[in-house]
């Protein structure tokens, strides 16, 4: 299983960015795709995941700015970010749970800085 995660870059805060994370591979039909982040010098941390039947959980941080989708035909979830500020810089990486797995992707980064 690879994943390939695209979207990253540099916002203004206020402004929006979209992620996208392709998985390939071996890939079941059961199984949670989701986004973590890790700042310099903070752990790894949740940002939203989503299930392949469509239930999502969200941080705390992100709930009302931030929204996770998927495509299963496209094995593809997506993360759309709006009202970005710089406490969301970090890299953004992709993660596929399934068959008690757990898969990363190379990560991307976004940067909200004036």
């Known amino acids: 299983v690879q994943l390939q995660a695209s979207g990253g870059g540099l916002v203004q805060p206020g402004g929006s960015l979209r992620l996208s994370c392709v998985a390939s591979g071996s890939i079941s039909s059961i199984n949670v795709m989701g986004w973590y982040r890790q700042a310099p010098g903070k752990q790894r941390e949740l940002v939203a995941r989503?299930?392949?039947?469509?239930?999502?959980n969200y941080a705390d941080s992100v709930k009302g700015r931030f929204t996770i989708g998927r495509d299963n035909a496209k094995n593809t979830v997506y993360l759309q970010m709006n009202s970005l500020s710089p406490e969301d810089t970090a890299v953004y990486y992709c993660n596929l749970d399934q068959l008690s797995r757990s898969y990363w992707g190379q990560g991307t980064q976004v940067t909200v800085s004036s």
């Open positions: 989503i299930r392949s039947v469509g239930s999502t």
